[in-house]
C-alpha cells in the first residue's frame, strides 16, 4: 500500500543542494568582500562630501554634498569627451585583442611543438613584463630621434605621441601587445578541448579554416569567450599606466585622457579628491552595467553560463 506523501512536507533536495555552492563559496565571498566592499564603500562615502586639500589636513570641516558632486561632474563638458574617448578606445583595444588573441590561439594548434614553445614563451613574456616597462620600451621603439620604428619606415622625426589620434593608436599597441596573451592561453586551452572528432568531420565536410572556428570552434567555445571578452573590458575601461606613461599624463591639452587617468587628475592633481571619487564610482557603475548586460543577453540567448 502507498502512503501518499504530502506535498507540503515532502522533502525538497534541489534546495539543498542549491545552498551547497554557496557554501563552499562562503569563505572567498567573504575574503573578498572585506578586500573589495569597504573600499567600494570608502569611494561611494567620499563621492558624497566636500573633500579636498582644506578637508585632509583638517582646516575646514567636511561638508556633506549628495549628488552635488555628482551633477557637477554631469554638467562638465570635458567629461562627457573623455568618456566617449574612453568607450571608443576601450572597444578598440577589445576587438584587437580579441582578435590577435584567437588567431594566435588557433596558430598554435596547427604548428609544431618546438615553435608553439617558443611562441608561448614569447607571449607569456610580453604578459609577465610591468606595464610602466612595457610602456617604456614602446616609447623608445616609436621615440621621434632614436626609435627603429621612424627609421625602417622613413617617417624622419615623426612625433608619435603629438597627435591624438596617432598617440591612441601607440597605446593601444602596448595595450593589445601586454593582453593578447591571457586570450591566446585561454583559448587554446578551450580549443584543446575540444573532441578531435569534430574538426576532423569538419575538415573532411571541406570547411575552411574560417568557416571551422565560427561554425565549430567559436560556438563551443562561447563560453571561455565571455570570460575573456568581460576581463579585457574591464581591463582596457581602467587603463591607466599605459595612458599616462605614454602620453606624459593625458597628452597635449588633455587630448588623450581616459577616465582613470582624469580622475587621477582630478583627485591628486587639483585635490578635488571628492570628485575623483565619484568618477570611480561612474567607472564602477558602468562596467558593472556592461557585464551585467551581457551576460543578460547570453542567458536570453539560452548559453550556459
Not at 80 to 85: D, E, H
Not at 146 to 171: E, I
Not at 264 to 269: E, G, K, L, V
Request: charged share 10%.
Amino acid at each position: 500500500m502507498t502512503v501518499p506523501v504530502n506535498p507540503g512536507t515532502a522533502p525538497r533536495p534541489w534546495r539543498r543542494r542549491s545552498r551547497t555552492p554557496w557554501l563552499y563559496l562562503a569563505p572567498a565571498l567573504v575574503v573578498l568582500g572585506g578586500l573589495l566592499g569597504y573600499p567600494i564603500y570608502q569611494l561611494g562615502l567620499i563621492s558624497l562630501f566636500h573633500y579636498t586639500q582644506a578637508q585632509v589636513s583638517g582646516g575646514e570641516p567636511t561638508r556633506f554634498e549628495g549628488l552635488g558632486n555628482y551633477a557637477a561632474l554631469f554638467r562638465d563638458e570635458q567629461f562627457w569627451q573623455v568618456l566617449l574617448a574612453t568607450v571608443g578606445f576601450a572597444a578598440a583595444c577589445v576587438v584587437c585583442t580579441l582578435a590577435v588573441g584567437c588567431a594566435l590561439a588557433v596558430l598554435l594548434t596547427r604548428v609544431r611543438a618546438v615553435p608553439r614553445l617558443a611562441l608561448m614563451l614569447a607571449a607569456l613574456g610580453a604578459w609577465a613584463t610591468p606595464a610602466i616597462t612595457g610602456s617604456t620600451v614602446w616609447l623608445f621603439l616609436f621615440d621621434a630621434d632614436f626609435g627603429p620604428v621612424n627609421r625602417v619606415l622613413g617617417l624622419g622625426d615623426h612625433s608619435w605621441t603629438y597627435g591624438r589620434f596617432s598617440a591612441f593608436f601607440l597605446v593601444l599597441l602596448e595595450v593589445v601587445w601586454c593582453s593578447f596573451p591571457f586570450v591566446m592561453v585561454t583559448v587554446y586551452a578551450g580549443i584543446r578541448a575540444v573532441p578531435a572528432e569534430v574538426l576532423e568531420a569538419a575538415s573532411l565536410d571541406g570547411a575552411s579554416q574560417w568557416r571551422v572556428w565560427r561554425s565549430v570552434l567559436a560556438p563551443m567555445l562561447r563560453p571561455i569567450l565571455v570570460v575573456v571578452t568581460i576581463q579585457s573590458v574591464i581591463w582596457d575601461f581602467k587603463v591607466f599606466t599605459q595612458i599616462y606613461v605614454m602620453t606624459g599624463g593625458g597628452g597635449i591639452a588633455g587630448q588623450n585622457l581616459v577616465l582613470n587617468v582624469y580622475a587621477y587628475q582630478q583627485a591628486f592633481a587639483s585635490s578635488q579628491y571628492s570628485l575623483g571619487a565619484a568618477i570611480g564610482v561612474v567607472m564602477l557603475l558602468i562596467l558593472l552595467a556592461v557585464t551585467l548586460g551581457y551576460l543578460r543577453l547570453l542567458r536570453r540567448q539560452g548559453e550556459e553560463l
